[in-house]
């Protein structure tokens, strides 16, 4: 029988690394602030939600030939091999309804 260790992800193990730093207070008074015209330029990084809900983030372990094939269809495709992989199921969904 199998200890449970907790999470193996990296994250949890470096949390428990304990340092001795000591918190500083930034300044920040030698940046200047943004115009009205810089400020109006700014758009949001990062990945923008597709549709009505935010896709869910999940892990799931795929052979490594299936991963490959997905990753060159995609590349050929130009989309992303995830993109790729929810369209397929989704594709699946509609024909088993």
């Known amino acids: 029988m199998k200890k449970s ?8 193990r470096a949390g428990k690394k304990k340092t001795n730093m000591k ?13 009205d015209k810089q400020l109006s330029r700014m758009h949001r990084v990062g990945r923008p939600t597709v549709g009505d809900e935010p896709r869910k983030l999940i892990a799931i372990r795929l052979d490594p030939k299936v991963l490959g094939w997905l ?21 699946e969904m509609r024909k088993a309804s």
């Open 23 to 35: 918190s500083r207070k930034i300044n920040f008074s030698d940046i200047p602030e943004l115009s």
């Open 71 to 91: 990753r060159k269809t995609a590349e050929k495709k130009g989309l992303p091999y995830q993109t790729l992989v929810n369209k397929i199921l989704a594709e």
């Open 5 to 12: 260790r907790g999470s193996s992800a990296p994250g949890e």
